[in-house]
């Protein structure tokens, strides 16, 4: 099939043609050039929530009640989980998909764990545009669920136009949390599985953490932090009721554009990098990595003489 | 203090000087590059160990105790805890250093938590340079502790001599780990907090998961499982063995260099990356990233017309 007719089905929200595209991300391909500039002008439309808390908080479960809160106001969501596996596990995990089965058969619904390891560039690369995929085959809203205590998974995360920070009781002292870079970039936190013992410490140290009993400036947003057990629904019309403030707040200071803006000149950083490291000739690479090994050269050296 | 003093000072193993250049490598100072030139044909003698695993592991106790054992072998020890903490923080946190504070009167150990978190370049960028000062410093050993479930993270670990992958008891099923990305980077693997429940259990599944017991080609090197109870002091001479066996066996094979050529490649090749990365236009990127955010540009056009 050729990319024009494969963009035109994606447009129309086929999965496969949907699936077939982010492949083609997942696989770095040289056809991805034609792919996005066909897509440009379909995109911009969706309105895109990042995931992130350290393993175990519930992120996939979230994940899937939000799934099934805005399948209920009658939007087509997309889910990007993006998973730090490896070529050891040939892919992707099957974990998310599993958790996420109860949409399996709703054609309102994309699901796709995207694996990026080892990948030229990897996350920052690969997440943008599968996102762009999801937005031009008509998905409203897109999940995008990422690990957050790697340092590509965060930033990945904080590239949303709202991103939502996941904590859980008795996950290891506020230290841990603070230790996983997370707690500056939520717009919205949520302590999960909320019906367990701690939680409520969990909350009042997230609030102290993160100076929310401290006066900000006039007009400043003030991150909400909402108790939900995902896994029964609970508190998360409240989580999507914080979604659509956040996303009201952005558009009234103009904020939303400013963030899209910010993550196109990312997403191109990333691109031109990747394209001048494909350029660096391996022979002259090999050479000069041997004479640094040995102490013979400095690296800041060999880096001009690549160039 | 000019370079050269600093530099010298360093060489001799004087804790302030070690300090002031990794804080340089921190604040990714333009001086580097004179500090890179003077240390280069002071390195290459340090044994670098990778130490990562998931948050709970005891990662920070296992190379607490790794030193202790070091220490007694009479060897000079660098530590370098790279800690991805954020700005929010104000730098790295106190708690390894904290529990590293048995150390914290040796004159013979160097310890240092590191932040890299928006950073440019990050983590990639600033470990190896944090390694070749420790290295020019006299450390015969250099432990690098990492949290093991980003991408960055998983990198800088593999990137060492010998990578040693820590798991616990109870931490989740071995898909966690899996997804973690860090079972394949092992070349030696620590079941920490063997005296608790299921420790024989995920010593077991982790064998299973390696592959340990099926064939493998002559002279490959076979990843050790090996049990600790790091906060005890226990099994911490069969890690120290099973370290010192993988570090043979690289010799014997002419892996030691190998891994130390890719390393400087890697090393010269994010340095070169970053110094274009530093060339590119603000106010080109600006411009070319409204374009793509409003969908009149793909992001790939947008990248060729910044280079």
């Not at 696989?27 to 350290?54: F, H, K």
């Not at 908080?57 to 087509?76: E, F, I, N, P, W």
């Not at 990312?266 to 691109?271: A, F, G, N, Y």
């Not at 050479?287 to 003489?305: C, I, M, S």
């Amino acid at each position: 099939m050729d990319i024009g007719t494969l963009v035109e089905q994606a447009r129309e929200g086929r999965p496969r043609a949907v699936a077939r595209l982010i492949s083609l991300v997942e696989a770095a391909s040289p056809q991805l050039r034609e792919v996005m500039a066909l897509l440009a002008p379909l995109t911009g439309n969706a309105y895109v929530v990042g995931l992130t808390g350290s393993p175990g908080v519930g992120k996939s479960t979230s994940t899937s009640a939000l799934v099934k809160a805005y399948r209920q106001a009658g939007k087509r969501v997309g889910v990007l989980a993006v998973d730090p596996s490896s070529p050891f596990s040939g892919g992707a995990l099957l974990g998310d998909r599993v958790r996420m089965q109860d949409h399996a058969t709703d054609p309102g619904v994309y699901i796709r764990s995207m694996a990026t390891r080892g990948h030229l560039g990897g996350l920052a690369w690969a997440a943008p545009q599968a996102i762009r995929v999801l937005d031009a085959a008509g998905c409203e809203v897109i999940l995008v669920e990422t690990v957050g205590v790697g340092q590509s998974e965060v930033e990945v995360a904080a590239q949303a136009d709202t991103t939502v920070v996941l904590l859980a009781p008795g996950m290891g002292d506020g230290i841990q949390a603070a230790k996983a870079g997370i707690l500056e970039i939520g717009d919205v936190y949520v302590v999960n599985k909320a019906d367990r013992d701690g939680a409520d410490a969990t909350a009042r140290e997230l609030n102290h953490m993160l100076g929310l009993g401290e006066a900000r400036s006039a007009g400043a947003w003030r991150p909400p932090i909402v108790k939900t057990v995902a896994a029964k629904g609970q508190g998360v019309d409240e989580l999507v009721a914080a979604l659509e403030k956040h996303r009201a707040w952005m558009d009234e200071h103009d904020q939303l554009t400013q963030r899209r803006v910010r993550r196109a000149a990312q997403e191109i950083q990333t691109l031109a990098v990747t394209t001048l490291r494909q350029r660096i000739d391996a022979a002259t690479l090999d050479a000069l990595a041997g004479q640094v090994a040995r102490g013979e050269l400095d690296p800041y050296t060999a880096a001009d003489a690549l160039i």
